[in-house]
């Protein structure tokens, strides 16, 4: 099956700094790549939609200069944490979608989970 | 807007149990039905999906049947292990996927 990475798997930073996620897809190119958010005990929250080569598009309510996202490549996005504060902390999660179908179905990353002190 | 509605956890029930997790949504047209699994300290897995009225997803022994008439997609499986422990997402969509707030799922020895 498709294999979507993400890395590092597990950060801690000091409130103000900027950390950066990168996320793969290793066996398939995407045009598509979607940034989720989610809190302890919930759901997953969309925060932005990435387009390889295009800006992307943020759901109501994220702040796109604070989470700045990058779609390079069709291998490759980064999600950009700026001046992270503890409220920042969370799990994140990529997902990567098929180039060139109609594929319904997102391959996910395994998180990043982002800790600021 | 689409939103997904699913029982709250914790579901506590013995191995070899039949299961059931509940869940209902909302949407404008008929987007597809998804249910993924997260594992401990893993990200989520595509666990099974259904395109259209009538389809039955079905994988590990899980199914669960869109059902258009009463807007569910039911999780069921016959026999739970222990190794199913994990917390249960169902989503809706097509493009943009929209998750429930998941049901987590232990299961006794």
């Known amino acids: 099956g498709a294999v979507v990475s993400q890395h590092p798997s597990r950060v801690i930073c000091k409130s103000g700094t900027s950390v950066k996620i990168e996320c793969r897809s290793l066996?398939?190119?995407?045009?598509?790549m979607f940034w989720y958010r989610q809190f302890p005990k919930q759901s997953l929250m969309l925060m932005a939609t990435s387009n390889e080569g295009s800006k992307a598009t943020y759901e109501q309510g994220v702040e796109k200069d604070k989470f700045l996202i990058n779609h390079a490549s069709l291998t490759l996005s980064t999600l950009t944490v700026t001046s992270a504060h503890p409220e920042d902390s969370s799990f994140y999660i990529c997902s990567a979608r098929f180039l060139g179908t109609f594929e319904e179905t997102q391959y996910f990353g395994p998180g990043t989970r982002l800790l600021v002190l | 807007g689409d939103s997904v509605t699913q029982m709250e956890g914790p579901v506590t029930l013995s191995e070899e149990a039949f299961l059931t997790i509940n869940c209902t949504y909302t949407?404008?047209?008929?987007?597809?039905l998804f249910w993924y699994v997260q594992y401990p300290g893993e990200g989520l897995q595509l666990l099974l999906k259904a395109t259209k009225a009538d389809d039955k997803g079905s994988n590990k022994g899980f199914e669960a049947t869109y059902r258009k008439e009463t807007t569910s997609f039911h999780l069921e499986k016959g026999s739970v292990q222990v190794s199913d422990s994990a917390v249960y997402f169902c989503a809706l969509g097509d493009d943009k996927i929209i998750f429930g707030k998941g049901t987590r799922l232990h299961i006794l020895p």
């Open positions: 949407a404008t047209g008929y987007p597809s």
């Open positions: 066996d398939f190119q995407a045009t598509t």
